[in-house]
């Protein structure tokens, strides 16, 4: 029966299918399908409704929005008990290490191919293949390779668990003794003549090898009457399985079976002298172990991958070879932070309330020109406030100097938004930025709760980084900087890369001390309006504003260019107050509002 909850063909991530959908009968041949009378929705085959039908191997229908191939599967293990054998042979690791190859220079040349195999494989079935085709070759005897994986019946993934089941047809234990929620599945098995489906492992075997973590070896009497149903009903004397011991690989072992050779095959198929197979075996192991080595690396690299979404390269670099705790772990350092704001995403949103999705993606790309240039710089991204992005430079390595690495992030950010300003048909256009930077003390490192935490910095340098980003909507400035970045920047970068200008002094609403705000400017060329002579000429109106001669200062700022909105701030105050300071004028200009 296949339907919602039917068994054992339950689908229940399709509400257009019935609890009970249809009947299956398989024909040893084809699979019949019969609609049955309950069924809400039809079966389409061949692009038609159908009540009844023969479905063929390679061929599908359609219930919903399910589609149901019929492929050829792999047999299962088997669910009878194996035959006694005549002789069962255990080999630790250590034990096979310490034997050599009669034979080593050929079982190194085809071991030595095991790397490319790995490296070469996209997915585990893949790999499966390589491993299995690999060791045929190296075992001149072995008429099967098997890779198989033990684990528990229900498996841990729900409807993944079930898929496997069905796709590698695994079956219950074959001896009484075996634990009925276990499964056996077959990964891939590969022979040297004939349908290797027609070679079906022991699943006791394998039990045996991956309990007592070393190869197993069973020997039989293929002279014996026995029944059809045992592994070695198809033609083989031996059989053994090797663990895979790595936490990359839980549950593997690598299963190998085949016939004796040469004049002694009648002695050994009565004795059941193991001896022959001692290079095989440790052939295996030596596949096994590197197999699990290997594969233990890619694992560590994929969740290493895995973790540059979380950490910047910086962090990963610092991580490398060292101890997470002790370079994770909170301290305090001299920082220089940038914080990033998104111009026009509030009116972006209400115009489109209806798109919402779509005005996501564009603000995901514009907060990705953000990290883009904080990360390629050697900056830490720190966190995200909405459309706004902070990053930091001065931990967890001393790569650079902090103040200029921010200084340089801050351009190319106000560049790359200012060159996007004038592409209209850009996702992009119609957004700005405003940027502050910040340095001083702070903490960085590992800060959170017990609950949750993450990796980024705290302290006073953050917030004023913060302040200085939302004063450059009153102060219509791209970037603007504190005092201790602006006089670093004039001090150790020529005006040819980086520029500084003092835009004002004043009192951020809600703060109680003062300070002096410089604009971060691009060098002279086209990416500036302002030249240096027009930086010197609004220089010196600052230094007339602040000593109150006013005329003087309104006087130079008209030399500095129209299109300077920064300006404008200090052309404004000065003609709100009839160019008259205030009585006890000190030169600070308190800003109502954040």
């Given amino acids: 029966m296949l339907g919602r909850i039917a068994v054992p063909w339950d689908v229940p991530w399709d ?6 959908h249809a009947e299956l009968k ?13 069924a809400r929705n039809a079966i389409f085959y061949r692009g038609r409704r159908q009540e009844e039908f023969f479905l063929a191997v390679g061929e599908h229908f359609v219930i ?15 669910a009878t008990p194996s035959p006694p054998p005549i002789a069962e042979q255990t080999f630790s690791a250590q034990a096979l290490r310490q034997k050599k190859f009669k034979d080593a220079g050929k079982r190194i040349e085809v071991l030595s191919k095991l790397p490319d195999v790995i490296r070469g494989a996209s997915d585990d079935a893949e790999l499966c293949q390589g491993i299995s085709q690999l060791v045929l070759e190296g075992v001149p005897d072995a008429q099967y390779v098997a890779i198989v994986r033990l684990g528990e019946a229900g498996g841990d993934a729900g409807a993944e668990a079930r898929a496997v089941t069905s796709a590698t047809g695994s079956g219950p234990t074959d001896s009484p003794g075996g634990d009925a929620r276990e499964r056996l599945d077959v990964m891939h098995r590969t022979g040297r003549r004939g349908d290797p489906n027609a070679f079906v492992p022991s699943m006791n075997l394998v039990r045996t090898a991956i309990l007592s973590r070393e190869s197993v070896l069973h020997v039989w009497n293929r002279m014996e009457e026995v029944a059809d149903a045992f592994t070695h009903s198809a033609n083989v004397d031996w059989a053994f399985c090797t663990p895979v011991e790595s936490d990359a690989c839980p549950g593997w072992a690598i299963y190998v079976t085949g016939a004796w050779s040469g004049p002694l095959a009648l002695e050994m198929q009565l004795t059941g002298d193991a001896g022959a197979l001692q290079d095989d075996i440790k052939f295996t192991e030596l596949t096994a172990t590197t197999l699990g080595a290997l594969r233990q690396v890619r694992l560590l690299q994929r969740r290493q991958d895995s973790l540059r979404h979380f950490f910047s390269p910086v962090v990963l670099q610092a991580l490398a070879g060292r101890d997470p705790e002790e370079v994770l772990a909170p301290r305090e350092t001299e920082v220089s932070v940038l914080f990033c704001d998104l111009r026009g995403f509030s009116q972006r949103s209400e115009d489109n309330a209806d798109r919402l999705l779509e005005l996501l993606q564009r603000v995901s790309d514009a907060l990705g020109v953000m990290t883009h240039h904080i990360l390629d710089g050697g900056g830490v991204v720190g966190d995200f406030h ?61 800060i959170g709760s017990q609950d949750q935490v993450k990796v980024t910095v705290f302290g006073p340098v953050v917030n004023l980084a913060a302040r200085l980003e939302s004063m450059t909507k009153q102060l219509q400035a791209s970037v603007l900087v ?41 060098p002279e060329g ?12 609004y220089e010196q109106a600052l230094e007339h504003f602040l000593a109150g001669r006013w005329n003087e200062a309104f006087r130079l700022l008209h030399d500095v260019p129209a299109d300077d909105q920064v300006k404008d701030f200090l052309t404004v105050y000065i003609a709100q107050h009839r160019r008259v300071p205030p009585p006890g004028w000190n030169g600070v200009i308190e800003l109502p509002s954040k």
Avoid: K
């Fill in 26 to 38: 398989w024909t040893g041949e084809r699979l019949e399908v019969r609609r049955l009378p309950e």
């Fill in 64 to 78: 919903g929005q399910t589609t149901f191939s019929l492929v050829r599967t792999q047999q299962p293990a088997h």
């Fill in 386 to 446: 909405g459309d706004a992005a902070m990053g930091f430079w001065g931990w967890p390595l001393p790569t650079g100097n902090p103040v200029e690495q921010a200084c340089r992030a801050a351009v190319r950010i106000g560049q790359e938004f200012q060159s996007i300003a004038s592409q209209e048909a850009h996702p992009l256009a119609g957004f700005r930025a405003g940027i502050g930077v910040a340095t001083g003390p702070a903490v960085a490192g590992r």
């Fill in 482 to 522: 504190d005092e201790i970045t602006a006089e670093w920047v004039r001090s150790h970068i020529p005006r040819s890369e980086l520029r500084v200008r003092r835009v004002a002094r004043v009192l951020p609403y809600g703060m109680h001390r003062p300070l002096v705000v410089s604009e971060l400017l691009p």
């Fill in 526 to 537: 086209e990416s500036s309006i302002l030249s240096d002579a027009h930086i010197d000429a």
């Fill in 15 to 20: 509400d257009r299918i019935s609890r009970r």
